[in-house]
């Protein structure tokens, strides 16, 4: 099979997402061997997908949390309150909340995220398996799975387990490791 | 080659929230935070992704969950919790996106059309951008007001799909749309953005502290 840029340009999502079946994968892979254009268009579209997809690219506004479960909690207790008692005690719980957001704001900021992590996707305490055999290239951060796209400097790869790697600072690549983790 | 994900929580995880569901749908309202704190993050940056402000992102959010709790009894589990929140979050934002512009025109970037094939502009040669490139307030800055100039459409599924990692079959049901839709906006909204970023992520952003991605440059 042999492709055009066209072709390369139309498929350069589902090949990224892993989602070509192998044979125009590999006519892609040696499309964009001998076609700089298209290499650049496939490199500079994984770039996108690397930089949008950590987290710090969406931040949620400091002590979201901490408003939303005190409004849950006044939705919930004028639930439960007969409606003669519901307004007074609505103010009495936004006068406590509006004393408390101040502190609340630093205790979100203080318990809520612990230390930073470089994605949402590498959690302390992610799902790989401990004793998994992982690739994590020299200079790089992320360790992945064989055969995945999204490992660089492929001639400064090591192996080592998922558990050896985490030790060493290394963080799972939210493509290849993404069935073993969690959004937070 | 990386497999396809539909899900992303681990069956231990699944296994909880439908613990936590059953026990909520059983009276134990309390637990409803437990319930939604996984996808705190998501329903906001749904919301963003459609109002493109802080302010008024939270307090959808903030609607949404609250809608979420009073309705929780309509949950069918045929649909994944996670799908039906951002789906009660995209109709809420896009409601209020609706009052808020019904007597503007919609932008001429709202307006882009999802016919024909996306031809990319730039094919200048890219280095690797290192993520340590993220800890620059204005690459973080430039990379936000690339994402702001794509259409309606694209920005939706963009954030959803490759911000907040949703798959492709998430991402239609959350936004009512089908998954060929869903892939072909993803194309264009990834293709779009890497041509409006490529003067900066072409070498100048890793090589110094000066960008070169000016508004004029951008190719439509």
Redesign the interface.
């Known amino acids: 099979m042999v492709v055009n840029c066209e072709q390369v340009w139309l498929e350069v999502s589902n090949y990224l997402d892993g989602e070509v079946d192998p044979a125009l994968r590999v006519a892609i892979d040696e499309h964009i061997r001998g076609c700089k254009h298209c290499a650049a268009v496939v490199d500079g579209t994984r770039n996108v997908l690397e930089l949008y997809g950590d987290e710090r690219m969406l931040e949620v506004p400091l002590g979201f949390s901490h408003r939303l479960q005190q409004r849950l909690s006044r939705q919930r207790l004028a639930e439960t309150m007969p409606s003669s008692r519901r307004n007074f005690l609505g103010w009495m719980v936004a006068a406590a909340a509006a004393v408390l957001v101040v502190g609340g704001i630093e205790v979100v900021r203080s318990t809520s995220n612990g230390p930073e992590l470089p994605s949402e996707m590498t959690e302390a305490g992610n799902g790989v398996p401990p004793n998994m055999l992982i690739f994590a290239s020299e200079d790089g951060k992320l360790f992945h799975v064989a055969g995945c796209i999204f490992i660089r400097e492929k001639t400064k790869l090591r192996t080592m387990t998922a558990a050896e790697a985490t030790r060493e600072g290394y963080t799972p690549c939210i493509h290849c490791l993404k069935k073993y983790l969690v959004a937070t | 080659?990386?497999?396809?994900?539909i899900?992303?929580?681990?069956p231990a995880?699944q296994g909880n929230e439908e613990m936590l569901l059953r026990r909520v749908l059983a009276g134990e309202?309390?637990l409803?935070?437990e319930l939604i704190?996984?996808?705190?993050?998501?329903v906001?940056?749904a919301a963003?992704a459609i109002l493109r402000n802080?302010a008024d992102a939270?307090d959808v959010?903030?609607e949404a969950?609250?809608k979420a709790?009073?309705h929780i009894g309509q949950f069918r589990a045929e649909s994944r919790f996670s799908t039906w929140l951002i789906q009660i979050t995209v109709n809420e934002a896009r409601m209020r996106r609706r009052k808020a512009h019904a007597n503007i025109m919609e932008p001429i970037a709202d307006r882009q059309d999802e016919e024909g094939?996306?031809?990319?502009r730039?094919?200048?040669?890219?280095r690797?951008?290192p993520?340590e490139?993220?800890?620059r307030k204005e690459v973080?800055q430039k990379?936000?007001q690339a994402?702001a100039e794509l259409g309606q459409i694209y920005r939706e599924v963009?954030?959803l799909r490759?911000?907040?990692?949703l798959s492709?079959e998430e991402t239609a049901k959350a936004l009512g749309i089908s998954t060929a839709s869903v892939?072909t906006r993803?194309?264009r909204a990834?293709?779009m953005?890497?041509d409006l970023?490529?003067p900066g992520?072409g070498g100048a952003w890793s090589l110094s502290g000066k960008l070169s991605f000016e508004k004029g440059t951008k190719p439509w």
């Open positions: 080659m990386p497999g396809r994900v899900s992303l929580e681990r995880e309202r309390d409803f935070y704190r996984p996808y705190e993050r998501r906001y940056a963003f802080e939270e959010a903030q969950i609250l709790f009073k094939n996306y031809t990319p730039d094919f200048a040669d890219w690797e951008i993520s490139t993220l800890e973080r990379l936000a994402l963009f954030v490759d911000m907040q990692h492709i892939k993803l194309l990834r293709l953005l890497r970023l490529a992520l």
